[in-house]
Every structure is written in structure tokens, then in C-alpha cells.
């Protein structure tokens, strides 16, 4: 994976693309940062025909709804977390209550509910392979309701894309 200074994502958990907030311009805007998250908004306004403060605006209203998020994304391997995963889990229980306290653990960077095999997917990073184990049997399984987990240790990250577009 090349490293991206930064990028910008949708947060489709809050906000759908059928909001009123994402008009035809937010969608142009959220595009353009899609391909490059540290472009000027005086450029985006030029190529859209708005001034940078109306550009700067929307952006911002934009984030302070929850539509997008600028953030600098990492290769984990270059910041010293060498190891990956995507640990199913199944729930004996609450989903939602296991999904609460997964939030808390740091080492989670995303959390998804599901319909299938495993009831929430998590990807989980650690440092070491011992990290890992202290991750997933100490932190991880000791949750009350989770019934069991499956870990899909990464080998090497492939590919990984933030310029996927609106509709």
C-alpha cells in the first residue's frame, strides 16, 4: 500500500447519500477530496465555480454532520504494527451491547454489525504477534456475550482505496 498523506472518508453511518445535505456541490467536493484530502479550497472552488469561503462552509458543515472526515491514513506495517486482522465475531446475546464495548478497546479501528457467518467483524492491529494474543484473548473474548471469534491474520495488505466516489 502506497502511503496517502491523508484522504478524505464518508461516514456512512451517520449521514446517507440521499440526505438533503449532500447536494450535487457537496458531492463534487467530497470527490475532488476523495483524490487528493489536502487540496486548497480556493483549487475545489475554482474547479467548481464557488469562493473558497463558500467551499470552506460546506466542508465544514459537512464534518460537523458526520457526512466525511479528513483524516491522514497510515500504512500500519511503517508505523510499527505488524500485525493485522479481521477478527468475526459471534454474539451469544446483545449485539449491539458486544459492538459498545469493542468501541472501547484502542487496538479496533473499525467495527461492523453483519448479517451472516459472524454477527460483528472487526479489524484489529497489534504490534507483535503477542500483542495480538493479549488483544484478542484478554480484551477481546472477555467481553460478556461473545460466544467465539475467528482471527483472519492479514499476510499483506493488497490494496486499499479511499477514491471509491459518490452517487
Known sequence: MKNEPTTSRLNQTTKSADDDSIDDVNKKIIALLQENGRRSYVSIGKEIGLSEAAVRLRVQKMLDDGVMQIVA???????????????????????????????????????????????????????????????????????????????????RLESQRYDWGVR
Open 73 to 155: 491514513v497510515t500504512n500500519p506495517m511503517e508505523m510499527g504494527f505488524r500485525r493485522q486482522a479481521m477478527v468475526g465475531i459471534t454474539v451469544d446475546g446483545d449485539i449491539e451491547y458486544v459492538a459498545q464495548k469493542l468501541k472501547d478497546i484502542r487496538q479496533i479501528d473499525y467495527i461492523i454489525i453483519t448479517a451472516g457467518r459472524f454477527d460483528i467483524l472487526a479489524e484489529v492491529f497489534a504490534e507483535d504477534d503477542e500483542s495480538m494474543l493479549e488483544l484478542v484473548n484478554r480484551q477481546i473474548r472477555k467481553i460478556d456475550g461473545i460466544d467465539r471469534t475467528e482471527l483472519f491474520t492479514y499476510m
